[in-house]
């Protein structure tokens, strides 16, 4: 059974860097197409793909966000952490993470977590 | 161009059959995927690849793709298929991209 859960601070301030760690069980970041991926969705609005890790260190990033995120894998912890720099009010939003699958059938996010409310004010 | 795009808002009256459609160049080249989200829920992935279900989702649910289209097709709604309805696909260089949302009523 795949589950993925986010965990990380609730607040933080604007001109923070916020870090936000996805712990999965259920399936290897070592195993060939799989990967994971960070997705947010602000208050009432639609979802935005931020980043993806795959299992060969292959990372990919939002175009316009690329300068503030970084994301790394721990394989041994069964970790994906995702860093945006220099947070803004309108970075407030639920954060996903998501287990992908680049498939020949089809490339998707098959797995979800619960998402975590991260909120910017001062 | 590098957009998904959907219609904001679908109705359907309970019983009928509704097409929610997404459309975008990428949609030429990739399949889409596409995702339930009910309030205060986590995205659950519906359709994804040529026309494929997970294990779970009710086979009133199909999709299908011509062109630059993308559809997602429920055959008899019922009241739990209320919900956000998200297609995802993936841009020029091959990163993930989702579309604006189609907010689903059955009336």
């Known amino acids: 059974q795949i589950t993925l859960k986010e965990s990380g601070p609730t607040l933080v301030k604007p001109t923070q860097t916020l870090t936000l760690t996805c712990t999965f069980s259920?399936?290897?970041?070592?195993?060939?197409?799989?990967?994971v991926g960070w997705i947010r969705q602000p208050p009432g609005k639609a979802l935005e793909w931020l980043a993806l890790?795959?299992?060969?260190?292959?990372?990919r990033y939002s175009p316009s966000l690329k300068s503030r995120l970084t994301i790394t894998k721990d394989t041994s912890k069964n970790q994906v952490v995702l860093t945006m720099t220099n947070m803004d009010p309108v970075d407030t939003a639920t954060y996903y993470c998501?287990?992908?699958?680049?498939?020949?059938?089809?490339?998707?996010?098959?797995?979800w977590g619960q998402g975590t409310l991260v909120t910017v004010s001062s | 161009s590098s957009e998904l795009t959907q219609d904001p808002a679908v109705s359907v009256a309970l019983g009928q059959t509704v097409r929610i459609t997404c459309q975008g160049d990428?949609?030429?080249?990739?399949?889409a995927s596409w995702y339930q989200q009910k309030p205060g829920q986590a995205p659950v992935l519906v359709i994804y690849?040529?026309?494929n279900r997970p294990s779970g989702i009710p086979d009133r649910f199909s999709g299908s793709s011509s062109g630059n289209t993308a559809s997602l097709t429920i055959t008899g709604a019922q009241a739990e298929d209320e919900a956000d309805y998200y297609c995802?696909?993936?841009?020029?260089?091959?990163?993930?991209?989702f579309g604006g949302g189609t907010k689903l009523t059955v009336l």
């Open positions: 998501a287990h992908r699958r680049d498939a020949a059938a089809g490339h998707y996010f098959d797995y």
């Open positions: 259920g399936f290897s970041l070592s195993t060939s197409g799989v990967g």
């Open positions: 890790i795959y299992w060969d260190d292959d990372k």
């Open positions: 990428s949609l030429r080249s990739y399949y």
């Open positions: 690849g040529k026309n």
């Open positions: 995802n696909s993936r841009d020029s260089s091959g990163n993930p991209l």
